[in-house]
RNA sequence: GCCCCCGUAGCUCAGUGGAUAGAGCGCCGGCCUCCGGAGCCGGGUGCAUAGGUUCGAUUCCUAUCGGGGGUACCA
């Protein structure tokens, strides 16, 4: 439909110049009286072409060629809107364009042989995920569907330290717990690690190896045997909301390959670092950063940065043409001085894509949970996985614009999770199959002859949406907001039960009822392709 | 102090430079002789405040107030 606009408005520009003035956005209106579509060229429009808004509108109107069969007919309403009415005909020639074309409908390959990279998650394997890092899962994992739905080649990544300060306390930790198992009288220090999983590590070495580990260093089997047991659980809370990785990339591997220190001979080389008081500094000033980052510190130890820099300078050389970094909004500060240090070095910082999503609060009987990994009071990613199930999970984490703080009302997911919109989507899903099952025994088949006969003001806007679709999905990948995903996909489902509740498809007649079963058809299509983006289930029977 | 995000209905949150601002939950009332009632329909004094840009601002800009996060030679 828009596109067809766009086609006639092209055609137009060569006999009216103005029209090539500014860019003319075509967009549903609010009640269907203004039409399909509309557009408020000749508003913006008025002060190039010298005239008022009615009169432009009245002239472009009278300057467009189109085609009968596809618009009825065009008005200019309010203060000099343009409003288009489509022919039934027109309209429902997404049917079979939809079922056509199956899983593939909504793709586009406007991005194909360009390749992504999502980097998410990323947590280091100090202890168990929270929901805090679910957020970040299905953020990372939904945009990174979306974006393979565009056509680009996508890579998800998971970048992890296992080589930190933090892990050295976690050996510890371990350590600590596994003597007070043996009995020994031995105080555990106030930030080491609270959480129970560290007892459970300490008796599975206790278990199976006795007093043996009397005397290791906690660097040694505790911390490994730490690491190990902690990733595959986080390995496994992620695989159940189906989120796996195709690379798990080790900061140490950095150190190891000399990356770290070919890093800072380019610094140094080109002139970008000093060093000062024993530091490494970065001359970031110059480029606009509030001030200079230390980069190594006065212990000879790297900064954060440093590796940052290097792990973003090493996504660059894999030749990737897009790099998304999913982050939670208390990194919010760290990525600045990153894209500045790569702009300094003469990369493309613009190949890079940072979401910051904003903090999940948790509330439970009402109240806010503070969380933290180190205190133990944190609430398990997998512990709601368990309760409510992926698709919940899912559907709840997307659902939300990733820049707007969300809340997460435990007691409210545990005890009602059928309030979740999720079965609403999925109760349309499993609806049609019923119905298309239903009609398979009443031999009412499908039809693509009688689609002009969709003419009920629900189907019309049924069909409306379907159109939209591919559009909407595109606009979601290059803006970033799979949120929205959920949006399109709620209207949607709506429509269809409005539709269901005020249109008989059995019994409505042997034309119209065939019509109609494609219709449906097509919709169930679009909600599975829907579904699927947003990696959940679509049920035929609930 | 400075930086980022947010402030929309009782609660959780969508949404848009336009023509009457929405959904879910909760509350009240309707709708199945008939394809799935996990549904549909009706019921609301709501865009934090003040300026500015604009033909038009809830949307963009500025300031103020309120909430969250950051502001290390922690990550």
């Not at 027109?90 to 079922?99: K, N, Q, R």
């Not at 009920?456 to 591919?470: D, G, M, N, S, T």
Request: glycine fraction near 8%.
């Amino acid at each position: 439909m828009k596109t067809y606009l766009q086609q006639i408005f092209q055609d137009a520009a060569g006999r009216l110049e103005y029209l090539k003035e500014a860019e003319i956005i075509f967009a549903p209106p609010q009640t269907k009286e203004h039409g399909d579509l509309a557009t408020n060229a000749a508003l913006i429009l008025s002060k190039k072409a010298g005239k008022k808004p009615r009169d432009v509108a009245a002239e472009i109107i009278s300057n467009l060629n189109y085609d009968q069969t596809k618009i009825s007919r065009i008005e200019i309403a309010g203060p000099g809107f343009i409003n288009f009415f489509f022919t039934t005909g027109y309209l429902a020639e997404v049917v079979p364009d939809i079922l056509e074309r199956e899983e593939n409908f909504g793709r586009s390959d406007k991005y194909a042989g360009k390749k992504a990279l999502v980097e998410f998650v990323s947590a280091n394997p100090t202890g168990p995920l929270t929901v805090g890092h679910g957020r970040n899962a299905v953020i990372g994992d939904t945009t990174a569907a979306l974006l393979s739905s565009v056509g680009y080649t996508v890579e998800r990544e998971y970048y992890f330290n296992n080589a930190g300060r933090q892990m050295r306390v976690l050996g510890d930790s371990v350590r600590h717990r596994y003597l007070q198992l043996l009995g020994e009288k031995i105080e555990y220090p106030e930030g080491y690690y609270q959480g129970g999983y560290i007892t459970d590590i300490a008796r599975g070495l206790m278990d199976k190896h006795g007093e043996a580990l009397r005397n290791e260093e906690p660097e040694g089997i505790f911390k490994s045997t730490a690491e190990s047991a902690i990733f595959s659980e986080i390995k496994r809370s992620l695989e159940k909301l189906n989120i796996g990785f195709d690379s798990y990339f080790n900061e140490n591997s950095l150190y190891e390959d000399g990356s770290i220190k070919q890093l800072l001979d380019s610094f140094k080389e080109s002139g970008l670092s000093y060093e000062k008081d024993g530091a490494v500094w970065l001359k970031l000033e110059q480029m606009g950063s509030p001030k200079d980052p230390v980069i190594v510190k006065s212990t000879g130890e790297p900064t954060y940065r440093l590796p940052d820099i290097a792990y973003h300078r090493n996504k660059f050389n894999r030749g990737y043409d897009l790099i998304v970094d999913i982050f939670g909004s208390d990194h919010q500060d760290q990525y600045p001085d990153v894209l500045a240090g790569l702009r300094a070095l003469g990369y493309d910082d613009s190949k890079v894509r940072v979401l910051i999503y904003q903090f999940v609060t948790i509330l439970e009987d009402g109240k806010e949970i503070k969380m933290s990994t180190r205190l133990a009071n944190f609430v398990e990613l997998e512990e709601i996985t368990d309760a409510v199930g992926k698709d919940v999970v899912r559907y709840f984490f997307i659902r939300r614009n990733t820049n707007s703080h969300m809340s997460f009302d435990l007691t409210l997911a545990k005890r009602q999770s059928d309030e979740n919109p999720v079965f609403y989507i999925k109760y349309a899903h499993a609806r049609i199959c019923s119905i298309l099952r239903y009609a398979a025994e009443q031999n009412i088949g499908l039809s693509l002859e009688n689609l002009h006969l969709l003419e009920h003001p629900a189907e019309k806007e049924l069909l409306k949406k379907l159109w939209a679709y591919e559009e909407e999905m595109l606009q979601c990948a290059e803006n970033f907001e799979p949120h929205k995903i959920t949006v399109y996909i709620e209207e949607l489902a709506a429509l269809f039960h409005r539709f269901f509740t005020e249109c008989r498809i059995i019994g409505s007649g042997a034309e119209l009822a065939s019509a109609r079963i494609a219709l449906i058809t097509a919709v169930r299509q679009v909600i599975y392709n829907t579904l699927t983006l947003l990696g959940l289930e679509a049920p035929e029977r609930m």
